[in-house]
């Protein structure tokens, strides 16, 4: 059984940074895609950043610009660096992976509070 943890979320004014960490208990190269999602209150999941085996990198509109998604597969670790942060973005925030949608593997979500 895969397990995904993340950190790293907390409470940040708008315009502040933060960088959230998922670690993976296996190889993430054998994971397959690696993403990040996020589900705001009252809201649905949507995708943020995805990365597959490729490095190929997906951003969601939305964050372009401003997010970075990055994998160190020595580490097992997947990354999701925020930058200029909005409020809008306030959110649990989700790590995923798998080799195909719907991912087969999650972490239990960190949450992330954009405000002033």
């Known amino acids: 059984q895969v397990q995904l943890v993340e950190s790293g979320g907390g409470l940040v004014q708008p315009g502040g940074s933060l960088r959230l960490s998922c670690a993976a208990s296996?190889?993430?190269?054998?994971?397959?895609?690696m993403a990040w999602y996020r589900q705001a209150t009252g809201k649905q999941r949507e995708l943020v950043a995805r990365i597959n085996i490729a490095d190929v990198i997906t951003y969601a509109d939305s964050v372009k610009g401003r997010f970075t998604i990055s994998r160190d597969n020595a580490k097992a670790t997947v990354y999701l660096q925020m930058t200029s942060l909005k409020p809008e973005d306030t959110a649990v925030y989700y790590c995923a992976g798998g080799w195909a949608v719907p991912y087969p593997y999650w972490g239990q979500g960190t949450q992330v509070t954009v405000s002033s």
């Open positions: 296996k190889s993430i190269g054998s994971l397959g895609a």
